[in-house]
């Protein structure tokens, strides 16, 4: 059975602190790799990570994928109070439809 | 403006009912799937569709049907048999880059 984990599943930080999120991951025949970002409403898409060891980049975000290890990390760098989420990382399968299969997310708190 | 859309965004029924949510995109997509969310959880696959007039069930399929009868649609029945109805229900659609998520239809049950 396809398995996504993440971790931790809370994080509480200060604005300005880095931050460093994990997925591994146990998928037959493996795909790709998807981050999305939720805030109380409907997942946005972040990073998609099909090859290993190039990093995605969006601003302060910036995501890597392991192949041989099974993993990805979402690092968020000078966190705001703006990013205060659910962080869920999926994985999608080669073989079964597209389908995704999520991890339980990662609830990230940053204060003031 | 294209996108998927859900509806209604809060419904109530009473325990017993059946009830539809609707899903649609105009994103042109084959791909559409449904998903429940339920507190502090991530989401998990209730149905996905691959094509019109063709459907398979996800990892929590018992209590709900689908159908695909165009390629833009694809409506969630929630059956009296679901145990435990009130979610959150998300639809999306999938090109084979990203998924798209609708806005997502809070179901509570009564």
């Known amino acids: 059975e396809d398995k996504v984990v993440q971790s931790p599943l809370s994080l509480v930080v200060h604005e300005g602190d880095t931050v460093t999120l994990n997925c591994s991951y146990e998928?037959?025949?493996?795909?790709?790799l998807l981050w999305y970002k939720q805030e109380k409403k409907a997942p946005t898409f972040l990073f998609m990570l099909?090859?290993?060891?190039i990093e995605k980049k969006s601003g302060r975000l910036s995501s890597i994928l392991d192949k041989k290890e099974l993993f990805s990390i979402l690092n968020i760098t000078a966190t705001q109070t703006g990013d205060s989420a659910v962080y869920l990382c999926?994985?999608?399968?080669?073989?079964?439809?597209?389908?995704?299969?999520f991890g339980e997310g990662t609830q990230l708190t940053v204060n003031p | 403006d294209g996108g998927i859309t859900q509806s209604p965004k809060y419904l109530f029924r009473k325990e017993g009912q059946n009830v539809t949510l609707s899903c649609e995109q105009n994103?042109?997509?084959?791909?559409m799937y449904w998903y429940r969310q339920d507190p502090g959880q991530g989401l998990r696959l209730i149905y996905y569709?691959?094509?019109?007039?063709?459907?398979q069930k996800g990892d929590i399929a018992e209590g709900y049907s689908v159908s695909r009868e165009k390629k833009e649609s694809f409506p969630l029945t929630v059956t009296s048999a679901q145990k435990n109805p009130t979610a959150f229900y998300l639809c999306?659609?999938?090109?084979?880059?990203?998924?798209?998520f609708g806005p997502g239809t809070r179901l509570t049950v009564l």
């Open positions: 999306a659609s999938r090109d084979y880059n990203e998924q798209f």
């Open positions: 998928v037959t025949n493996f795909r790709s």
């Open positions: 099909t090859s290993s060891g």
């Open positions: 999926a994985v999608v399968e080669e073989t079964s439809g597209s389908r995704l299969t």
């Open positions: 994103l042109n997509h084959d791909a």
């Open positions: 569709s691959q094509i019109v007039n063709d459907f």
